[in-house]
């Protein structure tokens, strides 16, 4: 041991070992390419660190007495970027797809669009909420942003992903809604001003975070636009009062008709409540400033829906005219038509500029809605009430600060047309006397609030949805309001600026990150490092065509006379074929990318250094692998592995310098190549370039959950983790912890530990539990257990069968090993009688060894077998055949029936029951492999043992 300093510290460290492995269990240093198993050769320039002598590789060099180190310096920090910025430069590849992007709340698309392709609605709901509330309401009225970002637009036509949400967010509330978990109560108190889509959806996010939650609401029900601003031919309010139930069944209390200023004063509530969220919408309406704007009939489109969907009657005329080209003054429109009216919109740009949904438009056209485009009202004129509009014709200038060109009054082009109603709909705004009564600074109708912590002027205060972004969509509201949520979390605990300060530069900011799980969260959560390639349609041009599905929409002269939805939800069958056609462009690794995290941490940019790409084939010819060069970083973890651990060599480098890539030798395909360890290569890449094909109709990005536990393969049992996702066993992955490192491809691609035989076999032939229940009852037997089965269900079947005199017996092969593990790895000189292919472990244990028929240290068998003078490893089929062996259960006592736990080949002289040992990720307990190690058995996944209830019973 000698004696170094590290970041100010004095530590005690082994000096024959690469600094890299202290300091990376004391503190934070990247890196890709280093292996405890192999020399280190510091490829990937991520593990700098300085010394006095300067910045060096931390894998490269050994401890010396009296050595000082800093691992955080801003030197060390800037290289590691650079390093980081050379290989994001030459990383052709998504981390998420653009769906995923240009959704405002930055939902995992692609992963709720592969569960809905294997039917898994209420995961796919629970997916979608981890990011937004209300996807039954969001399925009818989001204008979908996804789709406009979609990949397909270069194929065909986009996915149709609103109609999939809505279709799985429908399934869920009518099979019982998906609710979140709520943790324990905080005590802390939270009051929400307004319940539209933005407080709801901050109400919600921070009822799952354990607070308590009061929302304020003016309005008779919650719902605030959605319910006074969206007509119920768009949403219905059925859907609405569910969607919302499914917010506030979380434990929300809900004051409506309440008032802030009037029924309440934001002192009060401040002396109640611990933080304040306002999400009172965009309710004020924009005037025009024209003559005649007073006159009886002239209506501001918000307060026309608003008395539409309360039901409260409204006088309109037949000619009624809508003024202004979005979403809203579409519904107006939409709603005069169904009151009766004849409707002719105006607007002041071309129909291309038209801010409103294009579905929207078209709907209101074959509704029987005219449009003047280029044109603008500039005076009404009546007595005392609306008699006729005059109106200018306009022509387009410049771009304008929207973008879009600015229109331009063509002078001596007015004309008037006979009206008996105006409305109003050029835009909302928010009450700003309403806010500098409660002490909150706004301009031009919006509060004023910190972009990053949506915090206003009043501390403790935050604000969200229109009241910050101005008329916006109801998935733009809901973001802000989750945004708010965790903000006001952070807030409550202390850690508001520090989380600013590490959004804003997460780089100063590092160690505070990887120490704090709040700020990691908030980091990764709101602020990860997302990684884009530039495509073209050419990138696409041998995708298969496929035609997206369509919906008839309710018949025009029908639905012009009813509030009837319009729109109907797509059969269950268009479902599953449109999530097909999603093409999964986001990385399947963006959960477990090295990189990603890294680039996050450093702030790293892929455009800091531009110039030529390589552009790599992606080899997709093994049944279970692809390799994806566009993604390597060189590390060379999988080609140290292939050739210096297995002597597969599977991969190797080929070529040399920039168009240097990971690949089987020249002209040969990785389909071709013969291994065993193929896969893991998967866990040993940081990056994704190597990614295993799970066996789901469209696998997604799961963020999953590792559950450790053993292989059932074979007695070698290696300890491994099983990753599940919502109760589905996604891959088996190792873990560098586990006493064999590495796992072999029997146990990642035949997954033998989520293989279930569901039903029982009476000679050979599938029955019910009733009868296998039945043949249990009536016959006399004798029980017969396989080495499927934990040491934990061994004494149970043991104990059933002492306590009823049954006699007991196992299809365990005789030999019980008198060799350890550490025997096997000192021996220079082996003994091999057993085959590699069955037990792929040896190829790992026995590297560097001698193979020899004399003079040997150990021996290595297979079962049946006897030790031999030497140590000796007995290898067996069956995972715990050990425990059987131990426990004394062997041989099979003749008889004239038989029940069978678990599977077997051996022919049993009488009548056999077969009874399904139960599925290996569902256990939990011990077993003994090989070696005599009694090891844990972790249970994955909840599945219930019909055998072992049988006998319960």
Same mark, same amino acid.
Do not use: C, G, M
């Given at each position: 041991m000698v004696k170094i300093t590290v970041d100010g510290k004095e530590f005690e460290v082994p000096k024959d070992k690469p600094l890299i492995e202290f300091l990376r269990k004391i503190t934070h240093v990247p890196g890709f390419c280093y292996s405890e198993e192999v020399e280190p050769y510091g490829s990937c320039r991520l593990c700098l660190v300085k010394t006095p002598r300067g910045v060096t590789t931390a894998c490269t060099i050994m401890p010396m007495e009296g050595l000082s180190i800093e691992t955080l310096t801003d030197e060390v920090i800037e290289m590691r970027k650079t390093a980081l910025e050379l290989i994001l430069s030459n990383h052709y590849g998504d981390c998420i797809g653009p769906c995923q992007n240009a959704c405002p709340a930055?939902?995992?698309?692609?992963g709720y669009l592969a569960l809905i392709a294997m039917g898994k609605y209420h995961e796919a709901v629970k997916l979608m909420k981890e990011k937004y509330i209300l996807p039954a309401v969001l399925g009818r009225v989001c204008p979908a942003f996804c789709e406009k970002a979609c990949r397909r637009n270069l194929v065909d036509e986009p996915l149709a992903i609103r109609q999939l949400k809505r279709f799985?967010?429908? /399934?869920?509330l009518e099979h019982g809604p998906w609710m979140p978990e709520i943790p324990p109560s905080t005590g802390k108190k939270i009051a929400v001003i307004g319940g539209g889509p933005a407080g709801l959806s901050c109400a919600y996010y921070l009822r799952t975070m354990g607070h308590e939650v009061t929302i304020f609401e003016a309005m008779p029900e919650l719902g605030g636009m959605m319910r006074y601003g969206i007509p119920s031919y768009r949403l219905p309010k059925d859907v609405l009062d569910r969607d919302i139930a499914t917010v506030i069944g979380t434990g929300i209390e809900v004051k409506t008709n309440t008032v802030i200023g009037?029924?309440?004063?934001?002192?009060?509530?401040r002396e109640k409540y611990d933080a304040i969220f306002l999400g009172v919408g965009a309710w004020r309406s924009r005037n025009m400033g024209i003559e005649g704007e007073n006159l009886e009939g002239v209506m501001h489109g918000i307060e026309f829906l608003r008395k539409v969907n309360i039901g409260e009657k409204v006088e309109l005329g037949k000619r009624v005219i809508v003024v202004g080209g979005g979403n809203t003054a579409m519904d107006v429109a939409r709603t005069a038509v169904r009151l009766g009216a004849d409707v002719i919109v105006v607007y002041r740009r071309s129909k291309d500029e038209m801010p409103a949904e294009v579905r929207e438009v078209e709907e209101a056209e074959e509704e029987g809605v005219k449009f003047k485009f280029l044109t603008n009202p500039v005076k009404i004129i009546g007595r005392k009430k609306v008699e006729e509009v005059e109106l200018i014709q306009m022509r387009l200038g410049e771009p304008d600060a929207s973008g879009r060109r600015r229109p331009i009054p063509i002078e001596g082009s007015e004309f008037r047309v006979r009206a008996d109603n105006i409305i109003l709909a050029i835009g909302q705004y928010c009450d700003e006397e309403f806010l500098r009564n409660l002490g909150i600074e706004a301009k031009r109708g919006k509060a004023l609030a910190d972009e990053i912590t949506l915090q206003t002027s009043k501390e403790g205060v935050f604000a969200g949805g229109d009241l910050v972004l101005g008329p916006s969509t109801v998935i733009e509201s809901i973001a802000t309001g989750r945004r708010a949520a965790i903000m006001i979390d952070l807030y409550l605990k202390g850690k508001l600026e520090k989380s600013k300060e590490t959004l804003i530069d997460p780089s100063k900011h590092i160690k505070d990150v990887l120490s704090d799980e709040d700020l990691y969260r908030v980091l990764f959560d709101?602020?990860? /490092?997302?990684?884009?390639?530039?495509?073209?349609?050419?990138? /696409?041009?041998?995708?298969?065509?496929?035609?997206?599905?369509?919906?008839?929409?309710?018949?025009?002269?029908?639905?012009?006379?009813s509030f009837e939805e319009v729109e109907p939800t797509l059969t269950e069958k268009q479902v599953l074929e449109e999530a097909k056609r999603c093409m999964s462009c986001g990385c399947m690794e963006a959960f477990r990318c090295k990189l990603r995290e890294y680039a996050t941490l450093y702030d790293a940019n892929q455009d800091t250094f531009e110039g030529e790409q390589n552009r790599f084939e992606i080899d997709e010819s093994h049944p279970?692998?692809?390799?994806d060069n566009n993604k390597c970083v060189l590390c060379g973890q999988c080609v140290r592995f292939t050739q210096e651990i297995t002597g597969e060599g599977?991969?190797?480098y080929l070529f040399r310098g920039f168009k240097t890539k990971i690949s089987p030798p020249i002209g040969e395909k990785l389909g071709a190549m013969d291994g065993q360890f193929i896969g893991e290569m998967i866990d040993l890449c940081p990056v994704g370039a190597i990614i295993e094909k799970t066996p789901f109709v469209k696998p997604g990005p799961w963020k999953t959950k590792p559950v450790k536990t053993v292989c059932n393969g074979c007695s070698f049992a290696c300890e491994m983790n099983v990753e599940t996702y919502e109760g589905m066993l996604v891959r088996a992955s190792s873990f560098p912890e586990s006493w064999n490192k590495h796992l072999c491809d029997i146990c990642r691609f035949r997954r033998p530990w989520a293989e279930n035989s569901s039903q029982p076999l009476l000679n050979g032939k599938p029955v019910s539990w009733e009868d296998a229940k039945k043949f249990i009852e009536e016959r006399e037997y004798t029980l017969i257990l396989t080495s499927e089965l934990t040491n934990e269900e061994i004494s149970f079947f043991r104990e059933f069968a002492e306590k009823r005199g049954i006699s007991i017996g196992s299809t365990v092969e005789d030999g019980l090993s008198t060799a350890s593990l550490e025997d096997i790895r000192e021996a220079k000189r082996v003994l091999l009688k057993a085959d590699p292919e069955k037990f792929p472990l040896l190829k790992i244990l026995l590297k560097d060894k001698e193979l020899v028929e004399e003079n040997y240290e150990v021996a290595i068998l297979e079962a049946p077998a006897e030790p031999l003078a030497v140590p000796t490893l007995i290898l067996h089929k069956g995972v715990n055949a050990i425990g059987l062996l131990k426990s004394g259960i062997v041989g099979i006592p003749e008889n004239k029936a038989y029940v069978v736990i678990g599977r077997t080949e051996k022919k049993l002289p009488g009548e056999s029951l077969v009874l399904p040992a139960g599925l290996w990720a569902a256990k939990e307990g011990t077993i003994t492999n090989v070696f005599g190690m009694k090891l844990k058995v972790g249970r994955a996944v909840k599945k219930e043992n019909k055998t072992v209830k049988i006998f319960q019973s």
């Open positions: 930055h939902s995992d698309v692609q799985a967010a429908d /399934y869920d009037k029924d309440i004063t934001l002192a009060e509530i709101l602020r990860p /490092y997302n990684h884009w390639k530039k495509v073209t349609k050419e990138d /696409y041009k041998d995708v298969e065509r496929k035609p997206r599905v369509k919906v008839k929409l309710l018949d025009p002269e029908k639905r012009k006379r279970f692998v692809t390799l599977i991969v190797d």
